[in-house]
């Protein structure tokens, strides 16, 4: 039996929230850039459609879609900051939780045999 990927049925709400905030924000970057839907879709090499989906904040879009919108309005920047590990507090602190202390005592062998 083939398992189904579950976020293909039903994405976190949480998810689907920030995906569509995503899509509004690059609309307005758009449209403050006086660009159109199909400048941009040549820009990146996709259809209007592709685009639009994305400022609609479609779950299925790539997330490459996303990411090249960003690069053409010059705000790829902060996404590398997406998951830094050195800003993530709650796992810089489970790691730390987890790091063994173990200190080995070191006797000398003896060569008296």
Known sequence: MVKRNVLQKSTPSAVEKTIKCLGE?????RL????????????????????????????????KVYMALLWVYDLLEPA????????????????SLKDPKRSRN????????
């Open 25 to 29: 924000n690059l609309r307005t970057a």
């Open 32 to 63: 403050r850039r006086k660009l159109t839907i199909k400048e941009v879709a040549d820009k990146i090499g996709v259809g209007i459609r592709v685009v639009s989906d994305a400022e609609h904040g479609k779950p299925a879009t790539s997330i």
């Open 106 to 113: 070191k006797e000398t062998i003896d060569n008296d045999f």
């Open 80 to 95: 590398v900051d997406l998951a830094n590990p050195l800003k993530d507090e709650i796992g810089l602190r489970l790691a």
